[in-house]
Nanobody, 122 residues
């Protein structure tokens, strides 16, 4: 079992930055791939970024490439999402998830956090 808790969300102006954290408890954190997803009101959940267990395979959705950076610290059982140059369309609830592979399909992940709200004002 892995429990995930996100933090770091908030309200920021367009062009600003936020860093989300996802702290994990439980065994074998370093064995899991970690993904970030987001869901805006009235929209489907969307893949944002993922990193494999070793931290050397990283994937992003096209809309955040060059603006967001995902990283993990296995010693701290934490994955991060650094979000720069934020846009109003980035407004959503952001979730982290843990699974076997760093894939874009949400159902492939086994564990999910409760989410943290990110609001970007124009």
């Amino acid at each position: 079992q892995v429990q995930l808790v996100e933090s770091g969300g908030g309200l920021v102006q367009a062009g600003g930055s936020l860093r989300l954290s996802c702290a994990a408890s439980g065994r074998s954190f370093s064995r899991y791939a970690l993904g970030w997803f987001r869901q805006a009101p009235g929209k489907e959940r969307e893949f944002v970024a993922a990193v494999n267990s070793g931290g050397d395979e990283i994937y992003y959705v096209g809309s955040v490439k060059g603006r967001f950076t995902v990283s993990r610290d296995n010693a701290k059982n934490t994955v991060y999402l650094q979000m720069d140059s934020l846009k109003p369309e980035d407004t959503a609830v952001y979730y982290c998830a843990a699974g076997k592979l760093p894939v874009v399909r949400g159902p492939s992940y086994d564990y999910w956090g409760q989410g943290t709200q990110v609001t970007v004002s124009s």
